[in-house]
């Protein structure tokens, strides 16, 4: 498994932004497919956005669509997430994920065999 280190989470007031980030201690970064998940309290872990290993293409959950944009820079091994326009519903640990040239879909549907980071806590106060 891949080791993946999150950064960049803490307090926002409704209306402002955050940009996660994470890190990946691994050669051949270009090859895994990356995800953000997010969790609150009391919920289940929740598909929030992807970019795939080949090509890039992206996606993302339908509550964080035209706010929230994924990122990724295979030289320095790093996945980004810009979260614009932040709401209180945001609230969560927002978790990395990184599977070896998996598509975007087994990631979602097969979380237990994703790589995980150990989760930074975006608080959105309103």
């Known amino acids: 498994q891949v080791p993946l280190v999150e950064s960049g989470g803490g307090l926002v007031q409704a209306g402002g932004s955050l940009r996660l980030s994470c890190a990946a201690s691994?050669?051949?970064?270009?090859?895994?497919?990356m995800a953000w998940f997010r969790q609150s309290p009391g919920k289940e872990r929740e598909f929030v956005a992807a970019?795939?290993?080949?090509?890039?293409?992206?996606y993302y959950a339908d509550s964080v669509k035209g706010r929230f944009s994924i990122s990724r820079d295979d030289v320095v091994a790093q996945m980004y997430l810009q979260m614009n326009a932040l709401k209180p519903e945001d609230t969560a640990v927002y978790f990395c994920?990184?599977?070896?040239?998996?598509?975007?879909?087994?990631?979602?549907?097969?979380?237990?065999?994703?790589?995980w980071g150990q989760g930074t806590q975006v608080t959105v106060s309103s």
């Open positions: 691994t050669l051949g970064f270009g090859s895994y497919a």
């Open positions: 994920a990184a599977r070896f040239r998996s598509t975007v879909r087994d990631m979602v549907r097969d979380i237990d065999s994703n790589a």
């Open positions: 970019i795939s290993w080949k090509g890039g293409a992206t």
